[in-house]
T-cell receptor, first 113, second 115 residues
Framework: DQQVKQNSPSLSVQEGRISILNCDYT??????FLWYKKYPAEGPTFLIS?????DKNEDGRFTVFLNKSAKHLSLHIVPSQPGDSAVYFC????????????FGAGTILRVKS | KAGVTQTPRYLIKTRGQQVTLSCSPI?????VSWYQQTPGQGLQFLFE???????NKGNFPGRFSGRQFSNSRSEMNVSTLELGDSALYLC??????????????FGPGTRLTVL
């Protein structure tokens, strides 16, 4: 039972354009959402997070949007750079479950120069 | 501030053996979580330790165990290794356990290969 889903295995974007990565979840008790970036043979690197009490959070080129009614979140990267090419994971946690993160399967982003 | 460190980075074992992996969290972080990453199952939560106590456990058999020391360093142990245990094992640390603003920071992982 996949509680966090990233339905797009890969995404290809031209340098300078916007990258939009999507994530859906089924557990309405999730209250904290995070995006991580991962290169091969390395651990995930934290990018940005959002609490369920907000619908948007920005950090530089990265913005995360949360639509609780649709149980959907998205990560926008503007402008996209070749160094952004990596696997992006969406993760969620539920209050009362400590730091247990439930991850999506990941989306491979390729930014072409 | 130094990040999360994991040792060893690579490990090769044979079926039936046991293995111990080590994780040193970011200074001041008291929570350590372990995750397994495989091509088939993705990133899966193993367990979390906070203040030397197991706080949460994922759906893994009892062959997977862990502990945390008073300095917050953590070890995980896998006994009676199986071929399917081959994976990247990731450790993550955070200041406290849970909460809507407590971010987990990951180490580089230990790549375990079981032959």
């Amino acid at each position: 039972d996949q509680q966090v889903k990233q339905n797009s295995p890969s995404l290809s974007v031209q340098e300078g354009r916007i990258s939009i990565l999507n994530c859906d979840y089924t557990n309405s008790m999730f209250d904290y959402f995070l995006w991580y970036k991962k290169y091969p043979a390395e651990g995930p690197t934290f990018l940005i997070s959002i609490s369920s009490i907000k619908d948007k959070n920005e950090d530089g080129r990265f913005t995360v949007f949360l639509n609780k009614s649709a149980k959907h979140l998205s990560l926008h990267i503007v402008p996209s750079q070749p160094g952004d090419s990596a696997v992006y994971f969406c993760a969620a946690s539920e209050a009362g479950y400590g730091n247990k993160l439930v991850f999506g399967a990941g989306t491979i982003l390729r930014v072409k120069s | 501030k130094a990040g999360v460190t994991q040792t060893p980075r690579y490990l090769i074992k044979t079926r039936g053996q046991q293995v111990t992996l080590s994780c040193s969290p970011i200074s001041g972080h008291r929570s350590v979580s372990w995750y397994q990453q495989t091509p088939g199952q993705g990133l899966q939560f193993l367990f979390e330790y906070f203040s030397e106590t197991q706080r949460n456990k994922g759906n893994f058999p009892g062959r997977f165990s862990g502990r945390q020391f008073s300095n917050s360093r953590s070890e995980m142990n896998v006994s009676t290794l199986e071929l399917g245990d081959s994976a990247l094992y990731l450790c993550a640390s955070s200041l406290v356990s849970g909460g809507a603003s407590d971010t987990q920071y990951f180490g580089p992982g230990t790549r375990l290969t079981v032959l």
